[in-house]
């Protein structure tokens, strides 16, 4: 099983450049959310989706887009980059609510030059 | 105040010893608690839920205290491989779980 696949690994952008991290889930989990963590900080949420179709924001959603198209995938895009948003990016899922165990992607490094 | 608290440490132990450390949660309708453990630069892997009983699994043991909200990990019998940050996790069941920062221990041999 391949579990929660993140792409890509690595990436730098420029300030003012947009890009997408892609989050695919193979469990058929309902429940897919997008945390970012940045040193002494504790990972904070930044969009989450219950459900194909529904999304909602989380703690820290400014400067974030996601869509839920499919139960599989959950995307996010990042609209205008800036340092600020120099982190690491982790997809998670789970099969309820979150009350379950999330299984989180591997991890998304971006630096925002 | 933050959500979850944790000391940072770092914890630093010989192989063998015990080690045990807290978390605090500031939200008294939290309903789920976890510890998940997290390698350098790698992504956070569950470690254990913590039930209101308490629980152990082999070396590990949960504690969870609702009256002075906090819950505990104790480590028995180190290993070198324990070494990791362990970060505690509250869930108010409204979709939005709560990570602390996590608390780092060094198992040294």
């Known amino acids: 099983n391949a579990g929660v696949t993140q792409t890509p690994k690595f990436q730098v952008l420029k300030t003012g450049q947009s890009m997408t991290l892609q989050c695919a889930q193979d469990m058929n989990h309902e429940y897919m959310s997008w945390y970012r963590q940045d040193p002494g900080m504790g990972l904070r949420l930044i969009h989450y989706?219950?459900?194909?179709?529904?999304?909602d924001q989380g703690e820290v959603p400014n400067g974030y887009n996601v869509s839920r198209s499919t139960t599989e995938d959950f995307p996010l895009r990042l609209l205008s980059a800036a340092p600020s948003q120099t982190s690491v990016y982790f997809c998670?899922?789970?099969?309820?609510?979150?009350?379950?165990?999330?299984?989180f992607g591997a991890g998304s490094r971006l630096t925002v030059l | 105040r933050k959500e979850v608290e944790q000391d940072p440490g770092p914890f630093n132990v010989p192989e063998g010893a015990t080690v045990a450390f807290n978390c605090t949660y500031s939200n008294s309708a939290s309903q789920s608690f976890f510890w998940y453990r997290q390698d350098c630069r790698k992504e956070p892997k569950l470690l254990m839920s913590v039930y209101s009983s308490g629980n152990e699994d082999g070396r590990f043991t949960a504690q969870l205290n609702r009256a002075s909200q906090y819950i505990s990990l104790l480590i028995r019998d180190s290993k070198l491989s324990d070494s990791a940050t362990y970060l505690c996790?509250?869930?108010?069941?409204?979709?939005?779980?709560?990570f602390g920062a996590g608390t780092t221990v060094t198992v040294r041999a």
């Open positions: 998670a899922s789970s099969y309820t609510n979150g009350a379950n165990v999330l299984t």
């Open positions: 996790v509250v869930n108010r069941n409204d979709y939005k779980l709560s």
């Open positions: 989706s219950v459900g194909a179709g529904i999304t």
